[in-house]
């Protein structure tokens, strides 16, 4: 079969298409024919090899997460799944099997997806049934960005009206993380470029601010003197993301995503509460995605469609292009 294979650690340039062998499932486990997989930034943070004392990679190695596919085979002891079932989620490294275990219970575990086929754990709640009312690009693009943005929401506790700075909110997250928040009647104040004033107006945002040609801080005190109620960090790595603290009123509070982690004792300065959000995969969390995407509640975000013959372009456009919204590798367009 093909798959996207990397031989070390390094960039997205080095990583190559060849032919590897198909993956057999074993006890508890599936294989999946991949129809769609989406690129996130996750793979090349493992590939890059800052993590490799707390994951270190075998190589050659397939990477690839977020999927939707068939499966072809199961492994013994499967009863969740059968052949010929449409499913999607997610599955990280089986290296990174400490991180999968802050995804969820029993962590989700692949060979990689950005191949023909790859196996995955059957049970876990980050794999579910796709529905036949939700197309399979649209289901790859949705698990890490949309079970983030869930985490969001959750941690934020947002109430109707608050008003909320999102950076980032023209990238994979903002695409779930804005229209989540606009759902629960928040005010959204979205950073993004001209170019993606109307993309992230029609996923919910109330006011864009053009991080390129003003300061952020301060555009966003000039309209709202008091500061925000919170801010959603998408984007900004840590000093960056301490000035830009600035903007949250006294008492409010700074959710971040970006890596890296900020220490929170660089916050001891400000009356806020900041805390580190990370995806998580409840049981069901991959349900009500799919009910909140058939429903139009989640837009399809995919911006640029590869072959997996393409897909380490694909991987060197998320670091060297402007990228809005999801790119998505289409490994066998039909099931």
């Known amino acids: 079969m093909r798959a996207l294979v990397a031989k070390q650690y390094g960039p997205p340039e080095g990583l190559t ?7 057999r499932p074993g006890p508890g486990q599936i294989q999946v024919r991949i129809r769609a997989a989406a690129i996130n930034p996750a793979d090349l ?19 690839g997460s977020d999927f939707a596919g068939t499966v072809t085979e199961v492994g013994p002891d499967v009863t969740r799944f059968t052949q010929g079932d449409e499913v999607f989620g997610v599955g990280l490294p089986r290296a990174t099997r400490t991180i999968a275990g802050m995804l969820s219970t029993p962590p989700s575990l692949t060979t990689g997806a ?21 197309a399979a690009d649209h ?5 890490i960005s949309g079970l983030t943005a869930l985490a969001v929401v959750r941690a934020g506790r947002f109430k109707a009206g608050e008003r909320v700075l999102v950076t980032g909110a023209a990238g994979g997250v903002g695409g779930a993380v804005v229209p989540l928040l606009a759902a629960a009647k928040v005010h959204v104040i979205a950073t993004a470029i001209p170019e993606d004033d109307d993309y992230v107006r029609d996923l919910g945002a109330t006011e864009v601010i053009d991080y390129r040609t003003v300061d952020t801080v301060a555009e966003t005190l000039r309209r709202h003197p008091g500061g925000v109620d919170a801010m959603v960090n998408l984007a900004l790595p840590g000093p960056a993301l301490v ?16 890596f890296p982690d900020p220490e929170p004792s660089a916050f001891d300065h400000a009356d806020l509460t900041m805390r580190t959000v990370y995806s998580t995969a409840r049981p069901g969390d991959l349900e009500e995605l799919a009910a909140q ?10 911006s640029r469609r590869y072959s997996l013959e393409e897909a380490a372009r694909a991987y060197a456009d ?12 289409i490994a066998n367009a039909t099931g």
């Open 17 to 23: 298409v060849e032919d590897v062998p198909v993956p």
């Open 45 to 63: 943070r493992t590939l890059s090899g800052v993590l490799r004392e707390l994951t270190p990679l075998t190589f050659p190695h397939v990477p």
């Open 114 to 134: 950005m191949a023909d086929y790859a196996v995955f754990e059957a049970d876990t709640p980050a794999i579910t049934r796709r529905p036949d009312g939700l």
């Open 139 to 143: 289901a790859a693009s949705l698990p």
């Open 243 to 258: 000035k830009a603290s600035d903007a949250i009123r006294p008492g409010g509070h700074l959710l971040n995503v970006a």
């Open 293 to 302: 995407a058939m429903a139009g509640s989640l837009p399809a975000t995919i």
């Open 318 to 329: 998320l670091v060297h292009t402007h990228v809005r919204g999801k790119l998505l590798v």
